[in-house]
């Protein structure tokens, strides 16, 4: 699973302290324990999820339960962090910040916010690599600092850390730590990304960024600078969302031989996210491709047909026998999961006749809400 969608404003559950630039006091050491969905901590983490990452919440109801649990714990960490950089003030040092609360977090003296406790004993039972967060914030500084990119490449770059580093965290804690798997989930997290900037050109201009590559823009004819003064959707404009997409399905298509080297229990919840956010891009193009005007949404009952055929397509993904050249921006990534020390003891993974009764689960959940959006039922009867 990879994840979150690129950052906007939004609201979320507070941590346990009032502000995120207060100077924290870490929690003396204690005997690790294992992560668990019932504890303090993750209830909090789950409240967080739940009150402002419904989407995301739901989806990861399709993980296994042994799973699930670090990615809300992960998620969680990774929402505030987000949050921390994109909304502070200036004077603030977010960065500073997220460090000091990174070097506390992997020295099992966590700073005395909720997601921190929790990301903590992610880290110890899973001996998550630090260099995968250090990337993600990397990410979130990038977008706080209004940076734009030139190439495709570029791109690239600011794909692999703010989506590609969660999906090496995800496929991580899965239990994969081969080399190649792991480029695979890099791959498949910027491909998502690519497919959320395509379809958030007008939302994004409306904030005042910009991330299609600005070299496409010119040999479309279009100024960048002008264009974002003043942003509007034309036939050039579709040119470049096109050659976004373009570039995205050929990352999901290369990354989808990953799925196949996953845990059985996992892969077709993998399957299920690349297939929806695909289609995100396919529904786009039916759409006309004005990404300026209006945000492209995947219907439910599209969402429900791909859930299902994503439990009947894993079964026929193998491995490639001839292994793709990983993209550039993700190698030092990936090489540096190299000398992290893998994890031992993981919990067996569920059998794959556990994930019908996920798929029901989530089948149930986007019929219940669609009937809840079309009036068919009261609201206050849904959960």
Known sequence: MSMPERAHPHTHTPSATPHLYAVITPAAPAVMKELDFDSHDLQACVAMMQGGSKTFFAASRLLPPRIRTAAIALYAFCRVADDLVDE??????PLVVLQARLDA?????????????ALSLLVQQYKLPRHLLDALIEGFAWDAAGRTYDSIE????????????????????????????????????????????ARDVGHD??????????????????????WLAQPKFTHSIAQVV?????????LYKQAHSGIAALPPDCRAA???????????????????????????????????????????????????????????????MVQGCRNATP????????????????????????ERREAERLGLNNPQQTT
């Open 105 to 117: 977090i992997y020295a099992s003296t966590p700073h005395d916010h909720v997601e921190d406790h």
């Open 270 to 332: 993998i399957c299920a996210a690349s297939m929806i956010y695909a289609e995100i891009g396919h529904q786009l193009r039916r759409e006309g491709l004005d990404s300026v005007n209006k945000r492209t949404v995947v219907s439910t009952t599209r969402k429900l047909m791909l859930l299902a055929s994503a439990w009947t397509q894993v079964h026929w993904i193998r491995v490639s026998e001839h292994t793709p050249e990983p993209l550039d921006a993700i190698v030092d």
């Open 154 to 197: 570029d791109l690239h770059a600011y794909g692999a850390r703010v989506a590609g580093s969660v999906g090496a965290m995800m496929a991580w804690i899965m239990g994969t730590h081969n080399m190649d798997t792991l480029a695979r989930a890099c791959e498949l997290g910027v491909a998502m990304q690519l497919t959320n900037i």
């Open 343 to 366: 994890f031992t003891g993981h919990k067996a993974f569920f059998p794959n006749r556990a994930m019908p009764q996920r798929v029901a689960w989530m089948f149930e959940l986007l």
């Open 242 to 250: 096109t050659r976004l997409l373009g570039e995205a399905d050929r």
């Open 88 to 93: 502070a003030a200036p004077g603030d040092t």
């Open 205 to 226: 201009a409306s904030i005042g960024r910009l991330y299609l590559p600005r070299q496409w823009l010119f040999e479309a004819g279009i100024d960048p600078d002008a």
